[in-house]
């Protein structure tokens, strides 16, 4: 196919959901307290977030295209029923580490994926600053937490987690307590960037951070944010226009903060270069437009170190890779089984029925490059990642990819199919169902 268009990419998903739980957690100010949150993502995920604040108090307007999201934040107060996270990590991880430093009680429950993944990464250091957490069936939701008096903290967490680090960032927030988390690699930085932007005390060395509370708890203002483009729907688009044979495309308006970045650079180590024109920089985050053209790929190696940066990109990375000439290997992967779904096991497998040679061996992932078309029926397992990572796929020549569902995509880009097909020049389209 070739490629063509200009193309917004939607709001990023890390930053809109801590974007709507701090503007939950200002207070007063000019304005009448009210917080304006523009280009926020309108994914599920993010709606989950908005409902689960809502049902705290939280004074949340619609979530939906085009508009600006308004917040009136205040004290949050018991939910009346469970709050349910959907499929989202962030909504129920990040939600903890907020009621950690409230005075009532909440339970936390989420949709049958979210309640296989763990929590105890979140809920052990949280118990350890002081929060009473029951579990319900082990190291899963529901979860009930009450949270109280909090201390001081300073944990060292044993994965590289933007979730575990926010969660226990926002339970020094809400309790007013100090906070160092230290992390074997730095992961995504968004929450750090937003405290410093909002005017509270924070302290980055190399993988430590450390919060410091102010005098006056939650003194948060209310405030404005603009949210840039996801650089991780931004990544389909990118694969897609890589793996065509001619045109270009342009995508616009994208964050490229440098923890989130690894895709760029694995893409450039593969043989491709996406320029980045039109620098700027908004609410703390670095922004460029993408100009991307196709590329011939050659396999590499993507060290554990450069993981937290390219997390939630590896099935795409490994579409990628199986069109490379050579072997690509993705070295200590394993956070992936215990995400949307096993998508270590499930990138291999879906890989090899569409005629691909990939395995996981341990916690690596092996993927060998062939020339031959990709056919067969992949299974999503109602993942996101996975449904668009192999929908990108189907577009090379002679390519039949079919998905077992494609809803799932409304989690974190509800337009990625119309956008798709929009930037598949007219004629040579090949077929995605
Ligand atoms: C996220 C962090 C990552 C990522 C997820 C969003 C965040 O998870 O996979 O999609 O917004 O903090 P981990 O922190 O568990 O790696």
């Known amino acids: 196919m070739k490629v063509a268009g200009t193309v917004r990419v939607p709001g990023d998903k890390s930053i809109s959901h801590r974007a709507l739980m701090l503007a939950a957690l200002t207070r007063g100010g000019e304005g009448g307290g009210r917080c304006e949150l523009t280009g926020l993502l309108t994914g599920e995920d993010v709606k989950s977030t908005a409902r689960v604040l809502r049902r705290m108090g939280a004074v949340v307007s619609t979530v939906r295209d085009g508009v600006v999201v308004t917040v009136r934040g205040g004290r949050l107060s018991r939910p009346g029923g469970s709050l349910d996270c ?11 580490g907020l009621l950690a430093g409230q005075r009532f009680p909440a339970r936390l429950t989420g949709d049958a994926s979210l309640r296989r993944r763990p929590m105890r990464r979140v809920t052990e250091p949280l118990r350890a600053m002081g929060a009473h957490i029951e579990e319900e069936g082990g190291d899963t939701l529901p979860l009930r937490i009450r949270g109280g008096r909090l201390t001081p903290l300073d944990y060292t967490s044993p994965v590289a987690s933007a979730q575990v680090k926010s969660a226990l960032l926002f ?5 007013g307590v100090p906070v160092t988390v230290r992390e074997p690699y ?14 509270l005390q924070l302290r980055v060395d190399d993988t430590a951070v450390s919060f410091v509370p102010s005098d006056r708890r939650s003194a948060i203002p209310p405030f404005r944010l603009v949210v840039p483009g996801d650089i991780s729907s931004a990544a389909f688009l990118v694969a897609a226009a890589v793996l065509a044979d001619g045109g270009e495309l342009l995508l616009e308006n994208v964050g490229v903060n440098p923890t989130r970045t690894g895709f760029l650079v694995v893409l450039e180590r593969m043989g491709a270069r996406v320029a980045r024109l039109n ?32 997390v939630d990109e590896v099935p795409v990375l490994a579409v990628l890779a199986s069109r490379a000439r050579g072997e690509t290997v993705f070295r200590d992967v394993g956070e992936l089984r215990v995400k949307e779904s096993n998508r270590l ?3 291999a497998a879906n890989l090899r029925t569409l005629g691909g040679a990939a395995e996981a ?6 993927v060998a490059g062939t020339p031959a078309p ?5 299974d999503t397992a109602g993942d996101h990642r996975l449904a668009m990572a192999f929908a990108v796929l189907g577009t090379v020549p002679g390519g039949a990819v079919r998905l077992s569902e494609r809803a799932s995509v409304a989690i974190s880009y509800p337009g990625f199919f119309s956008d798709l097909r929009r930037i598949q020049a007219t004629g040579n389209r090949q077929r995605v169902t």
């Open 361 to 366: 061996r341990g916690n690596d992932l092996y």
């Open 171 to 175: 339970a020094g927030l809400t309790g």
């Open 186 to 199: 730095r992961s995504r930085d968004h929450t750090e960037r937003l405290f410093v932007h909002l005017g």
């Open 279 to 310: 620098l700027s920089e908004s609410g703390g985050e670095a922004v460029a437009d993408l100009l991307v053209r196709p590329a011939r790929l050659v396999g590499t190696e993507v060290a554990a170190a450069e993981i937290p940066t390219l």
């Open 345 to 347: 096991e499930l990138i």
């Open 374 to 378: 990709p056919r067969g029926r992949v």
């Open 86 to 96: 959907g499929n989202s990590g962030t909504t129920a991880r990040l939600t903890l």
